[in-house]
């Protein structure tokens, strides 16, 4: 899919779900990799994944699409356009838009095993930590 056709799929999904008309631009973008699009309030853009596109198909990305479509018109509206407000969740769930963007096939998030292993001067107890801590004395 190229930018114009993008174009013109967001403001077909806005005009039909919405009722409102999407006067910015579209565009895709290849390096997104873990979201499947996101809305710019500055100059109210809204950019689409190029891989989640062509992997998960487009039954997939007219959720994302109304995902980023919420936050646009409840922008430009001047309600809650954040994951976290009523307004946002409201018409997420009116549209049927998708709240997550679902991961890439074979891109599963690595488990990151323990970094750190404290020891205790006295007892001997290990404590394992993925982050650097500070303890103090009895701990090395």
């Given at each position: 899919?190229?930018?114009?056709a993008l174009q013109a799929w967001v403001e077909e999904i806005s005009l039909r779900d919405f009722?409102?008309?999407f006067r910015h631009r579209a565009c895709l973008n290849r390096r997104l990799r873990t979201t499947g699009g996101r809305y710019f309030l500055s100059d109210h853009r809204i950019e689409v994944s190029h891989r989640h596109l062509e992997q998960l198909g487009k039954e997939v990305m007219v959720g994302v699409i109304?995902?980023?479509l919420c936050h646009y018109h409840l922008h430009l509206q001047g309600k809650g356009y954040r994951h976290r407000d009523t307004d946002f969740k409201k018409l997420l769930a009116e549209v049927k838009g998708l709240r997550h963007t679902p991961p890439?096939?074979?891109s599963?998030?690595?488990e990151r095993p323990y970094r750190y292993l404290l020891l205790?001067?006295?007892c001997g107890q290990?404590?394992?930590?993925k982050k650097r801590m500070?303890?103090?004395g009895s701990w090395s």
């Open positions: 899919m190229d930018e114009g009722k409102r008309p109304r995902h980023e890439l096939p074979g599963q998030r690595k205790c001067r006295s290990k404590a394992y930590r500070d303890v103090g």
